[in-house]
């Protein structure tokens, strides 16, 4: 279909309420390295509202200096005079020029460590956090950005020393002992990094995120049959449509295209029939046990006049299970209805800082009203705290309404179609009266818009709804591992089973040149610079040396160093294989430690171009709620152009 909206394309996949999402959002970038650059150039195409750069004076050099990045021209590569120059600066022209809808701007320090060290010597630590609090707010205030909840932390290629300083920053938030409302939460960080033909991308997530939309590729059908037949669930047009189905009295060509949701019905109310016989209790129940699961889909088989040819009853049997299940919430979402209060709501909106009280958090205790109001255990006293998360374990929550596709006439189809449709609308008007009456009592003045398209969202959602709590980076970087922590023992766990399974090249599996990366980090945190500044061919193997010990030191803090005897293993066998196994110590390296020695930390701008690509992904599903972000660090080995995810 013919449209002039530059971004249809993209509306297909997060449509219009992510756009809206995106469009509200400040991304701010510490580093305009290529990596950095690229991320950004794949966020401001898209339509992101805001974006600033953060970087140092002096890294632009002079106009005569070579440049690997290509939203970075020198001066006199643009006609222009030469001289000193603002990296930051031609990266925000230049990346305006894509689209005009997004507002770009820069801030450039002497050095990043005039940012992240303290100013003299007896300066705390709590300085960085200052200087990063104030700088992020004067950001924010700059770009008119309403909450914090809008604004997402890019770091690309930033020293270890630095990114530490940032990354527990953005953990815990900013909270001064000195002026109340000076207040920030927690900041969801996509670190992102290109060290010549490797790459890495980590998403930071401090607390259980919500991704409202996952999109998930399976989901079970929610059809209500089990509250249907028990009549718990206010579904009466469903169990009047069953009752008004003679399947007895139609042809064999009705009988075949009766929809598997009815027969269903009909079959519980047989099998509850011949159940009930040898019961002495009169109160209907589903098929429990696996015998009584059993007989029920032997009663739908036996229902079909000929089930070979009869697809229904061929669905009816293999979906039997939906007539006897109930879709549960998970725990977290439950945690979250039993603890969502208004005085908490309020908490939230006229705390220190305010703007934390997210959309989110209104949709959730609407939706714990509405299942105290519809569950059948609500009486007079529903609404009280004492038998509140009662009522919410057991309560209804809206129907999505969508109907699984199913052998069925066009008429009949249309008709069981139509009922959930016209349920989950129902539904949905309830929670928004529930909503609107939350609004105005929290926004007495002027409330706040939460669109139909959020709330439909939401509701269509609520059994798919998934949380993202990353491990804190720091703890990645120092490989912090608890023993009392069945979390962490699971990481070293799936770590050490990785090693059993490589790439069919076992020398390019992503995990090595990731250990062979964090030693470059560790040469970097002793020297202060990384492998291979001195290109002498004595310096850069001495280096190398250096960086295998490093190697050697890592995986033994990951738990991966090999038995002794185990000469086949993949640790032993790649990494700590010492290419030069002689009597000259000063030459015992491995093939990776020379690699990333030899790398020096450059920026290939293809690789970085890969790894800008899925950093700005990850931006984009934290900003618009949609699609699960990565639970772990993306490696991306550009020797053979494979990767893999691993929570280190």
Not at 73 to 96: C, D, M, Q, Y
Not at 352 to 368: E, I, R, Y
Not at 419 to 429: G, P
Request: charged share 25%.
């Amino acid at each position: 279909m013919a449209t002039d909206n530059k971004y249809d394309r993209q509306l297909r996949l997060w449509g219009p309420d992510g756009q809206k999402c995106l469009s509200e959002a400040c991304t701010v970038l510490f580093n305009a390295t290529s990596a950095g650059t690229e991320s950004l150039k794949n966020l401001v195409l898209p339509g992101i509202g805001n974006f600033h750069i953060v970087d140092v004076e002096e890294e632009g050099g002079s106009s005569d200096e070579p440049f690997t990045n290509f939203f970075v021209f020198p001066p006199t590569a643009s006609g222009e005079e030469g001289g000193r120059w603002s990296r930051a600066e031609i990266a925000v022209k230049n990346l305006k020029e894509l689209n005009p809808d997004a507002v770009g701007g820069y801030t450039t320090l002497p050095a990043f460590s005039h940012l992240f060290q303290p100013s003299s010597a007896t300066a705390t630590a709590a300085s960085a956090e200052d200087k990063l609090y104030d700088l992020l707010a004067k950001i924010k205030k700059e770009h008119s950005v309403d909450s914090w909840a809008n604004v997402t932390v890019l770091a690309a290629d930033l020293p270890p020393a630095f990114l530490r300083i940032l990354a527990d920053f953005c953990w815990s938030g900013y909270n001064s002992e000195h002026a109340s409302e000076a207040r920030c939460p927690p900041i969801p960080l996509v670190v992102v990094r290109s060290y010549g033909l490797l790459g890495t991308v980590r998403v930071q997530v401090p607390d259980h995120r919500v991704v409202v939309d996952p999109k998930p590729e399976h989901t079970v059908a929610d059809l209500r049959l089990l509250d249907c037949w028990l009549g718990t669930g206010g579904f009466p047009q469903l169990s009047q449509l069953a009752d008004q189905t003679p399947m007895d009295e139609l042809d064999d060509r009705d009988h075949g295209h009766v929809p598997y949701v009815i027969i269903l019905l009909k079959a519980l109310d047989r099998w509850w029939r011949q159940h009930s016989s040898d019961s002495s209790s009169d109160q209907r129940r589903p098929p429990n046990t696996f015998q009584e699961k059993k007989a029920f889909r032997d009663v739908v088989k036996s229902m079909s006049r000929n089930y070979d040819q009869e697809l229904n009853f061929q669905e009816a049997y293999k979906d039997a299970y939906l007539a006897y299940t109930k879709l549960e919430l998970d725990d977290e979402t439950l945690r979250r209805l039993r603890t969502s209060t208004v005085q908490s709501l309020r908490d939230k909106l006229n705390g220190p800082g305010g703007g934390n009280l997210q959309t989110v958090d209104l949709l959730f205790h609407s939706l714990k009203i509405f299942m105290m109001q519809t569950t059948v255990a609500a009486d007079a006293n529903a609404d009280s705290d004492a038998n509140a998360n009662t009522v919410v374990q057991e309560g209804s929550t809206p129907v999505n309404g969508s109907v699984p596709d199913m052998a069925s006439s066009t008429e009949g189809f249309v008709r069981i179609q139509t009922l959930y449709k016209d349920r989950a609308e129902r539904d949905r008007n309830k929670m928004r009266s529930i909503l609107d009456q939350l609004l105005t009592e929290l926004y007495p003045t002027a409330p706040m818009v939460v669109s139909d398209e959020e709330l439909s969202k939401f509701t269509r959602n609520i059994h798919s709804l998934r949380y993202l709590r990353t491990r804190r980076w720091t703890h990645e970087y120092d490989l912090t591992y608890s023993s009392s922590s069945n979390d962490d023992e699971e990481i070293r766990e799936d770590l050490l089973a990785t090693t059993y399974e490589p790439y069919e090249d076992k020398f390019q599996t992503p995990l090595l040149w990731y250990i062979a990366l964090r030693a470059c980090d560790a040469f970097h945190d002793e020297e202060g610079i990384f492998p291979g500044s001195d290109g002498r061919v004595s310096a850069l193997e001495s280096d190398a040396v250096l960086v295998q010990k490093h190697i050697l030191d890592i995986v033994r803090r990951m738990g991966l160093l090999p038995d002794e005897m185990d000469d086949e293993g993949l640790i032993k066998s790649t990494l700590l294989q010492i290419e030069n196994d002689d009597d000259d110590t000063a030459s015992r390296s491995g093939k990776y430690a020379k690699e990333v020695v030899r790398y020096y930390n450059a920026e290939i701008h293809n690789i970085a171009s890969v790894m800008g690509g899925v950093a700005s992904q990850e931006v984009v599903k934290l900003i618009t709620g949609q699609y699960v972000p990565m639970d772990g660090t993306y490696v991306f080995n550009g020797i053979c152009s494979v990767a893999g995810v691993y929570k280190v």
